[in-house]
């Protein structure tokens, strides 16, 4: 079965710190790996995407295979990196459905 | 270019009602999928819908379901309302085509009291 997991429901770092959200995923096929965020009073929007290996706001993540994890690292926090962050994945054998995780709350602190 | 679109944004029903929930894609997306957001179970898939049919279902009772229009607009009907059943959903478009991105909208807040 399809499963992501982010051990960390809330995470606060102070301002210029680095931060690294954990993800954990189960899945016994290739699955696509992404990355949403979810600012206040905002829609979730997508932050990264595995295949793209593109470096959004700072934020980065390489997916480790061997360890089935895809950590969103960034090396100096901003406050305005406050927000709700979920892993999800996704495969073409699931249809275009996403499997999230449960999220994990950042708090930059000044 | 649109953006997804959720109407209404709010709503509060009774238990036993039943609600209808709208969502119209972003222009050329054929693909939109269905989940419900609460602060216990997080974000989980009900459904998708592909150029009118029902690609995909996640676990979830039969009191929900949904369709899609030849515009690619989707509706969500719950049935017979429970008060779990109180959530954000969310609806979220996508070509449809390979694993491309997905645009969510900014979800329909559902109360039952």
């Known amino acids: 079965a399809q499963r992501v997991t982010q051990p960390e429901k809330l995470l606060s770092v102070f301002k210029g710190a680095p931060v690294e959200l954990k993800c954990n995923y189960s899945y016994s096929g290739s699955p696509e790996l992404f990355w949403y965020v979810q600012y206040s009073r905002q829609r979730l929007q997508l932050l990264l995407r595995?295949?793209s290996r593109e470096s959004i706001k700072g934020f980065t993540a390489d997916l480790n295979k061997g360890e089935t994890s895809f950590h969103l690292k960034k090396p100096f926090a901003q406050e305005e990196d406050s927000a709700m962050y979920y892993c999800a994945l996704r495969s073409l054998n699931y249809g275009q459905n996403f499997v999230f995780g449960p999220g994990t709350r950042l708090s930059v602190l000044p | 270019k649109a953006g997804v679109t959720q109407t209404p944004r709010y709503l509060i029903k009774t238990r036993g009602q039943q609600v209808t929930l709208s969502c119209s894609p972003i222009s050329g997306h054929r693909s939109v999928s269905w989940y419900q957001q609460t602060p216990g179970q997080g974000l989980q898939f009900l459904f998708e819908y592909f150029s009118e049919t029902q690609r995909n279902k996640g676990n979830f009772p039969g009191r929900f379901s949904g369709r899609q229009f030849s515009n690619s607009r989707s509706e969500m009907n719950v049935s017979t309302l429970e008060l779990g059943d109180s959530a954000l959903y969310l609806c979220a478009s996508s070509s449809g085509q390979g694993i491309t991105e997905a645009f969510f909208g900014q979800g329909t807040r559902l109360t039952v009291v």
């Open positions: 595995h295949i």
